[in-house]
């Protein structure tokens, strides 16, 4: 079956402007996960959708950040104003949300900011 | 912030030997799960072990849980050039129900043929 789809891939994008990035979770997954990672780093946390819990957020670095779920299926995660900090790749994955669920990862987005 | 922790940084074997890494974290688990990552893009998920399993196998693959000690190991054995990739660690938290996954920084493992 269809895994989880990012888009777009790649995006460069000057500093100062928005940005936006699309996650489509695999069908009937009930949680979805958004990670940053920098260039030969580990996974960083930044938001966590929950079913029809309210969202983690704890993990979202400043206020520039933020995510939605729409329908319980496809997320946007959007950065404005971006800056130099913010290249990295961001990965998305979904799982059924139980605590022995493996993550399904997306092959991420990997966003440079000029 | 960082949850588990993965010993060493980067690991360079012969195609052939077993490949060991090693995972330290700080809370009480609910199970700790180990993924893989090539190139820098999505991670697969490996094997997940139970806060009460001790010892778990899925192929190749070997993990072993110590929750007095809150470290977890990854072998691999037999190791070929394929499996280069980086290798990452991740817990999910006892209690609640919040199971968002903490994942620690990788091993780098590097195959040589």
């Known amino acids: 079956g269809a895994g989880v789809s990012q888009s777009p891939s790649n995006k460069v994008t000057e500093k100062g402007k928005d940005v936006e990035l699309r996650c489509d979770p695999i069908s009937g997954h009930t949680a979805l996960y958004w990670y940053r990672q920098s260039l030969g780093q580990g996974l960083e946390f930044l938001i966590y959708f929950q079913g029809n819990s309210a969202p983690d957020k704890s993990g979202l670095p400043s206020d520039r950040f933020s995510a939605e779920r729409t329908g319980g299926s496809v997320s946007t995660l959007t950065i404005q104003r971006t800056q130099q900090e913010d290249s990295a790749v961001y990965l998305c994955?979904?799982?059924?949300?139980?605590?022995?669920?493996?993550?399904?990862f997306g092959n991420g987005t990997r966003l440079t900011v000029t | 912030s960082q949850q588990g922790e993965e010993d060493p940084q980067a690991l360079s074997i012969q195609e052939g030997e077993n490949a060991t890494m090693n995972c330290s974290y700080k809370t009480s688990i609910n199970n700790l799960q180990w993924y893989r990552q090539n190139s820098g893009r999505g991670l697969v998920h490996l094997i997940l072990?139970?806060?009460?399993?001790r010892e778990k196998h899925s192929g190749r693959l070997r993990v072993t849980l110590d929750t007095s000690k809150k470290s977890s190991s990854l072998l691999i054995t037999a190791s070929r050039a394929a499996d280069t990739a980086s290798y990452f660690c991740?817990?999910?938290?006892?209690?609640?129900?919040?199971?968002?996954?903490?994942f620690g920084k990788g091993t780098l493992l590097t195959v040589n043929p």
């Open positions: 991740a817990t999910v938290n006892r209690g609640g129900s919040n199971y968002k996954l903490t």
């Open positions: 994955a979904s799982s059924q949300d139980r605590a022995n669920s493996p993550l399904h």
């Open positions: 072990i139970r806060s009460n399993e």
